[in-house]
């Protein structure tokens, strides 16, 4: 009996960007459990990496505020330990810290790394042009931002010093 050999198949080369949906990443909120971005279709989403022992940490409190004048957008929050681990707390550390001096009610996420072999699938989908169709991008520090369309395009991003109410936001909205 003759042995059959399967043919060999060369690599397939990405040729072209791979755009994929926002809505369709998985992600826990700070309390374990699974976020439906998709239930956010139709709003603007503004995601900041945060901490509590950054010297942005007062955007916090500026965050709130266009979470509540702008009924269109979804703030999320995304607590991150990776710019000199000024993270450090649990989840529910991060809850109380939050609630307690900012009056925090927007959304927050589990706490994740954005940048390096880590990264959750939403720091590469926001941080790659071939996830997002639109740029790449490195995060820098903490309380960096990422704003997404109503229909889940990726806008621009804005580096730590771009307060929440900067004109280069809010002209999205």
Excluded at 56 to 73: A, G, H
Excluded at 122 to 151: A, H
């Amino acid at each position: 009996m003759k042995k059959v050999e399967k043919a060999k198949t060369a690599p397939i080369k990405k040729t072209m960007t791979t755009k994929t949906s926002i809505y369709d990443i998985k992600i826990n909120s700070l309390e374990g459990k699974s976020i439906d971005l998709s239930k956010f279709i139709g709003n603007h989403i503004l995601f900041v990496n945060v901490a509590s022992e950054c010297g942005f940490t007062n955007q916090y409190k500026d965050l709130q505020k266009l979470s509540d004048t702008y009924k269109n957008l979804t703030i999320i929050g995304v607590p991150c330990n990776q710019f000199g681990g000024q993270e450090s707390g649990d989840s529910s550390q991060i809850k109380t810290f939050c609630e307690r001096n900012y009056g925090v009610n927007f959304l927050l996420t589990e706490k994740i790394e954005v940048k390096g072999n880590k990264q959750h699938p939403l720091y590469e989908w926001l941080t790659k042009k071939e996830f997002n169709g639109k740029k790449s991008s490195t995060v820098k520090w903490n309380f960096q931002k990422y704003l997404i369309n109503k229909d889940g395009d990726l806008v621009d991003y804005f580096y730590s010093i771009t307060k929440p109410f900067s004109s280069k936001i809010i002209k999205h909205l």
